[in-house]
């Protein structure tokens, strides 16, 4: 089937996504290449479970990475005012 193993591939970064979200960033771009990867998949014409759960994770992998990106921002912000005093 055309576009399998690009839903399974936007799976996989979805889930790696989600549970690498508290890497302060890194993940973002697996997120966002599980986006693509979901696009391409529904482009060939397949939908299967795959696409639609890579889909799914990529979005809350995309999200979870932005917070915990700007949370690393924030705690790092704050630690190097708490040195300067």
Same mark, same amino acid.
């Given at each position: 089937m055309p576009g399998k193993t690009q839903g399974i591939v936007s799976m996989v970064c979805?889930? =790696?996504? /989600?549970f690498g979200s508290?890497?302060?960033? =890194?993940? /973002?771009?697996v997120a966002i290449v599980g986006l693509v990867m979901s696009k391409k998949a529904t482009e060939a014409g397949y939908q299967g479970t795959p696409v639609k759960v890579g889909k799914i994770t990529s979005i809350i992998g995309l999200i979870l990475s932005i917070v915990m990106l700007v949370v690393g921002i924030i705690?790092?912000?704050?630690?190097?005012a708490l040195q300067a005093n």
């Open positions: 979805g889930l =790696v996504s /989600i508290y890497s302060f960033g =890194v993940t /973002i771009v705690v790092m912000a704050a630690a190097a």
